[in-house]
């Protein structure tokens, strides 16, 4: 008798066609799936997130066995748990007598280290699940002076022939966003995401997660999220059918009333494996083609998935293991506690924060331009932010995550991923929102007890900053408009936000 194998399958690998099961033989080897302390606790993650992943690995893993294979899957609260990965794979190696183990490669610098000490030789293999290999995006990037995902997108569009006519983008256009800026207004109507009821299996999943990580920030329950990849399919098709049709036009806004709007709330389905990308990209097109959604809509959701996080995953291998300690603006403030819940006078972070900690989600827009336009602005330590995201988004493992953080967000790997800061005034948030009219501050005040914060760390972080980005062409105008301004309002500006970063570190509501 041949001696087994071991076929790893972590939480995020969650797809039947995954590399490892790929190489395995059904009648020799042993899927080894494991809940393990290390992963659960690295950073504080949402109770949700905690759940899903749970959940969703038990469902996969019954999937498996009716598929013929032999799992040995280790529950949390196993006795003999071993508490980590690497721990467990030299535990089933001992149990089946295994001398080999095959594994795809993880999206996390910090675990392929882990697999790659293990006591048991670990074969990786790439993870084929994207669109564009790594060697692929290696050869887009080599010799650019800059890489941009808008040229990247381009190529994807080509290589998979999305929206497209021939050699031509699909409209004329490759880009639709000067469509997709439009703020939105409460509509009690607007379709909400399929809720999917917990069952057995997932309510067990639920008990332990409230019994081991209650104590974390945001909310267990009501617990709504898809665990298999046929609910998954079939909150694709909700999405594609009811909100992708006003999604372009809508994606930037903000309501304090709609946590959602017309946003799809598959990315956690995509980054887990129960969805897969192409496929995802193809039925939006689909809608398009048969007249369902407009162009605008299709292209932007698109874009999103084979242009940005196809082109995030790109940069987080390329640059390696040491990027998300970058910290080129030098930045070190701790992060406010108010991120975690604590009080806060400004409204817009407030709402962010409560929607987060109740669904561990918040679109792009809320994440870039208020909690991480925020954080950029104050000079918070761009390591302390990555784990916030880290641990209280459903959707975030590090391989997605630190780009849009450290590179987007932050500006910490010095324009990598962006070719400007994304910060700005209250008067972004106030266009795109309607933040502004229940906050404690004024929007419209640029100094002053009521002046809203934003407005005077815009003027602040630009200062402190100014030998770095002066001659940026994209933000010349606004060094020009503050050297118009006249000299003793530049004086407040600066005392101002001075005492607002001082109430800041002596941990006052700010």
Same mark, same amino acid.
């Given at each position: ?104 490669? @993880? ?6 280290? *882990? ?68 703020? *939105? ?36 329950? @009501?617990?709504?999220? *898809? ?70 809509? *299709? ?149 002053? @007890? ?61």
């Amino acid at each position: 008798m041949s001696v087994p194998r071991l076929i790893l399958v972590l939480g995020d690998q969650l797809t039947p066609g995954v590399a490892a099961l790929r190489k395995g033989d059904k009648a020799r080897d042993v899927v080894v799936m494991a809940e393990v302390a290390a992963e659960a606790g690295y950073v504080p993650h949402h109770p949700k997130k905690i759940a899903f992943l749970f959940a969703a690995m038990r469902k996969f893993a019954d999937a498996l066995r009716g598929q013929g294979w032999q799992v040995a899957y280790s529950r949390l609260d196993d006795e003999g748990n071993s508490g980590s990965i690497p721990g467990e794979i030299l535990r089933r190696a001992e149990e089946f007598g295994a001398r080999e183990v095959i594994a795809t490669t @993880p999206g996390e610098w910090r675990l392929i280290e *882990a697999l790659q000490e293990a006591a048991l030789p670990v074969r990786l293999l790439p993870d084929d699940r994207f669109i564009c290999t790594q060697a692929g995006f290696d050869a887009w990037a080599e010799g650019r002076k800059a890489l941009r995902m808008e040229y990247f997108y381009r190529e994807m569009r080509r290589k998979t022939g999305l929206l497209m006519e021939g050699d031509k983008p699909a409209g004329g256009k490759w880009n639709f966003d000067h469509d997709n800026r439009k703020p *939105a207004r409460a509509d009690l109507l607007r379709p909400r995401p399929i809720r999917f009821d917990p069952d057995a299996v997932t309510e067990k999943v639920l008990d332990l997660v409230e019994a081991r990580f209650g104590d974390n920030f945001g909310d267990l329950r @009501p617990f709504w999220f *898809a665990t298999s990849r046929a609910q998954a399919l079939e909150a694709l098709e909700d999405f594609v059918t009811h909100r992708l049709p006003e999604f372009g036009d809508y994606q930037d806004a903000m309501l304090e009333g709609d946590d959602f709007l017309n946003h799809a709330v598959i990315g956690l389905y995509l980054n887990a494996g129960l969805l897969d990308p192409l496929e995802v990209c193809q039925r939006a097109e689909r809608a398009w083609r048969d007249g369902h959604v407009p162009i605008n809509s *299709a292209e932007g959701f698109i874009r999103q998935i084979i242009g940005w996080r196809e082109f995030v995953r790109g940069i987080y291998f390329r640059e390696g293991p040491g990027y998300t300690t970058r910290n080129e603006l030098g930045h070190d403030r701790r992060l406010p506690e108010f991120f975690w819940g604590a009080e806060t006078r400004m409204n817009c972070v407030a709402r962010v924060v409560a929607q987060t900690g109740a669904h561990a989600y918040a679109h792009h827009i809320q994440r870039l331009m208020v909690t991480g336009n925020f954080a950029l602005l104050a000079g918070i330590d761009p390591a302390e932010v990555q784990e916030w995201y880290l641990a209280v988004y459903a959707d975030a493992f590090e391989w997605v995550e630190a780009p849009n953080v450290a590179g987007m967000s932050q500006f910490a790997d010095g324009g990598v991923v962006a070719s400007k800061p994304y910060v700005s005034s209250g008067a972004y948030i106030d266009r795109m929102s309607d933040y502004c009219g229940g906050c404690a501050y004024r929007v419209k005040d640029k100094t002053g @007890p009521r002046a809203c914060p934003f407005n005077l760390l815009y003027w602040d972080f630009l200062i402190r900053h100014r030998a770095r980005f002066e001659a940026n062409p994209r933000m010349a105008q606004m060094y020009r408009t503050w050297d118009r301004m006249d000299a003793e309002r530049r004086k407040t500006v600066r005392a101002e936000a001075a005492g607002l970063l001082a109430r800041l570190d002596a941990c006052e509501v700010v």
